[in-house]
């Protein structure tokens, strides 16, 4: 009991806050947002009567969009909020691309890794090739896949499929006794048995399968046994050994791998540019703000100024009047 208070005691205080020892809250939204689930957004702009502003918010496959309580303030009249959902709203599509490059890295077998691009709506990418620095060129399903990572971004993940069949491996194997089990160099990736081509004694010759020789397990490894009576005279002697076996095809993960992947990007979204009376463009706001080219007397919005020098001063907020400077959107 006395343990369970001291641990109760000790997440207590673990939650404290530093400055003021207060007890650190927050709500589940906050959470979602810290945890990349979520996101939070707030927008300015001057509306005219009769006029509307559309805000739309694109969600993945299966995802949720959660509206918190929203503030929303008027300078210049009431306003009317509505909120919409369908499918209608379909965030526009910019220029393919195609033959895009990633080059990523990987630590582990079914780990997917994104890409650095996505497409405009989420949808699968399309994987051209991935090619190991040291494996070569990979193939799909076998040797990867594409998939999702846990923000439901799009990339692949290697997978431990076979190589290529080695049909020619040559081993020379000494024997002290016929009780010895020699492993192959070389296993199948599987594990399944090693199909032997031919043994050759260079005493006694080719050796027959069974009547000289057998292929047994030993653990988890393929060997080669010999066996007495038959053709094989003395002991004192090299056997010349060639199989076959399957490798695997991605023998180990220090490589770069390239992917070479295509793409449909967003179409880039129109940019604000503020304009002084004397008709200077001086700078790109961030963000999109959706206004008139004659100001609201009273509305507010934020505006981004650039002081002497073409260097940026702080983004600030004020009251509009007819008089104030024009904002105009711009392909």
Excluded at 66 to 72: D, G, M, Q, S
Excluded at 181 to 193: C, E, R, T, V, Y
């Amino acid at each position: 009991m006395e343990a369970s208070k001291a641990n109760i005691v000790e997440a207590f205080n673990q939650n404290r806050e530093d400055f003021t020892g207060a007890q650190r809250q927050i709500g589940t939204d906050h959470g979602y947002i810290h945890e990349g689930k979520g996101f939070s957004y707030s927008k300015s702009a001057t509306i005219n009567t009769g006029s509307s502003l559309l805000l739309m918010f694109i969600t993945g496959a299966n995802k949720y969009i959660h509206l918190r309580p929203t503030v929303i303030s008027s300078m210049a009249g009431a306003v009317t909020v509505k909120v919409k959902e369908g499918g209608t709203y379909i965030k526009p599509a910019g220029t393919p691309v195609s033959g895009e490059e990633d080059v990523l890295n990987f630590t582990a077998f079914t780990q997917p890794v994104a890409l650095s691009n996505q497409n405009y709506n989420g949808g699968e990418i399309t994987v051209n090739s991935v090619t190991g620095s040291v494996d070569g060129l990979l193939t799909v399903t076998d040797h990867y896949e594409n998939a999702q990572d846990v923000l439901s971004a799009w990339g692949i993940q290697l997978n431990d499929g076979d190589g290529v069949l080695v049909s020619d491996a040559a081993q020379t194997m000494n024997f002290t006794s016929f009780s010895d089990l020699i492993d192959f160099a070389n296993q199948n990736h599987d594990g399944s048995i090693i199909t032997v081509v031919s043994v050759t004694g260079t005493e006694d010759g080719p050796l027959t399968v069974t009547t000289d020789y057998t292929v047994k397990l030993s653990g988890s490894d393929y060997g080669i046994q010999l066996v007495s009576g038959g053709k094989i005279t003395t002991l004192a002697q090299d056997f010349a050994v060639v199989y076959q076996y399957t490798p695997p095809k991605i023998t180990t993960f220090e490589q770069d791998f390239t992917v070479n992947y295509d793409y449909t990007p967003a179409a880039s979204p129109e940019t604000v540019y503020n304009r002084n009376r004397n008709s200077a463009a001086i700078t790109t706001i961030d963000g999109v703000y959706v206004s008139p080219t004659e100001s609201v007397a009273g509305a507010v919005l934020w505006n981004t100024s650039v002081g002497s020098g073409g260097s940026p001063q702080s983004r600030s907020g004020g009251s509009l009047t007819g008089e104030s400077d024009e904002w105009v959107l711009k392909p």
